[in-house]
């Protein structure tokens, strides 16, 4: 490992170690019987935020070590039985269109799977033997569901095309070329709602879940995101173990697509004390 490298992972293994001890997550019970994914919903106005300090990625290729994202506020509430995170970010343009060369806005909250105070997962997506469920909204996802998918000619206004494969072939040669909805990618399928529900043991371990359980819900305007994401508290073996009373943390990541943000170029945080009140 050359000098520098060496330098930058010793850094953000320090990071990665520090609690924010400075800022703290309480999550206030609230009277909302549904999916608690609405950014306007007038309760947010009685919770304080917290500032979330975003750092840059520095450790996994490509780094990124100026995030367009300095900083997000963050609340959080629940309704005794599901957990909901406001998180509200200043980002010039809406970037919701994903073709060649353009990327979209996107958030992302981590929660470990199983919390222990002296023994927490690695705040960078987790580390092997220590899972931790990663919920990442998407702008792109949630214009699709409002706007209905794009067609070809939406993205790519001047293509030209002279036949599908599978205008000509079987359904299952024409597989091959069908890219990753060929292959089943789960990314790649339309979605009910505009968040992923992933699970992690460190990095390139992201697997999208079988059961999606996360609700999201995001708003741009006047230059500011504010995106809601919630899950309830019970759940299966992958899932984060949350409840009334309980203290654990979170961890957050956020990508500007209009600088040019995508995969590792990110901004992301430490764990963050996170009480379930």
Same mark, same amino acid.
């Given at each position: 490992m050359k000098l520098s490298n060496a330098i930058l992972l010793g850094a953000g293994l320090i990071l990665a170690a520090t609690a924010s001890a400075e800022t703290a997550l309480?999550?206030?019970?609230?009277?909302?019987?549904?999916?608690? &994914?609405?950014?306007?919903?007038?309760?947010?106005?009685?919770?304080?935020?917290?500032?979330?300090?975003?750092?840059?990625?520095m450790v996994a290729t490509p780094r990124h070590l100026d995030p367009a994202v300095k900083e997000l506020q963050v609340k959080a509430?629940?309704?005794?039985?599901?957990?909901?995170?406001?998180?509200?970010?200043?980002?010039?343009?809406?970037?919701?269109?994903?073709?060649?060369?353009?990327?979209g806005d996107q958030v992302a909250v981590e929660l470990p799977n199983q919390f222990i105070p002296d023994k927490p997962p690695s705040p960078m997506m987790g580390h092997q033997g220590?899972?931790?469920?990663?919920?990442?909204?998407?702008?792109?996802?949630?214009?699709?569901?409002?706007?209905?998918?794009?067609?070809?000619?939406?993205?790519?206004?001047?293509?030209?095309?002279?036949?599908?494969?599978?205008?000509?072939l079987r359904a299952t040669d024409a597989r091959p070329y069908m890219g990753a909805v060929g292959l089943d &990618?789960?990314?790649?399928?339309?979605?009910?709602?505009?968040?992923?529900?992933?699970?992690?043991?460190?990095?390139?371990?992201m697997t999208v879940k079988l059961e999606q359980r996360a609700e999201a819900k995001g708003l741009w305007q006047d230059g500011r995101w504010r995106v809601v994401i919630s899950y309830p508290f019970s759940g299966g073996d992958n899932d984060p173990k949350?409840?009334?009373?309980?203290?654990?943390?979170?961890a957050f990541a956020v990508w500007e697509g209009g600088a040019?943000?995508?995969?590792?170029?990110?901004a992301w945080s430490n764990w963050v004390p996170l009480k379930i009140e």
């Open positions: 309480h999550a206030k019970w609230v009277v909302d019987p549904g999916a608690m &994914n609405d950014p306007r919903a007038a309760y947010w106005g009685n919770i304080e935020a917290a500032g979330v300090p975003m750092l840059g990625q509430a629940h309704n005794g039985h599901r957990i909901a995170f406001l998180i509200e970010w200043a980002d010039p343009a809406r970037s919701d269109r994903i073709v060649v060369d353009e990327y220590a899972r931790v469920t990663i919920l990442q909204w998407r702008a792109a996802f949630q214009k699709d569901l409002e706007a209905g998918e794009p067609q070809i000619r939406d993205l790519y206004p001047h293509a030209l095309v002279d036949i599908y494969p599978d205008q000509v &990618n789960p990314i790649s399928h339309p979605n009910r709602t505009p968040v992923l529900d992933q699970m992690a043991e460190g990095w390139g371990t949350l409840a009334v009373g309980m203290e654990t943390v979170a040019r943000e995508v995969g590792s170029r990110k």
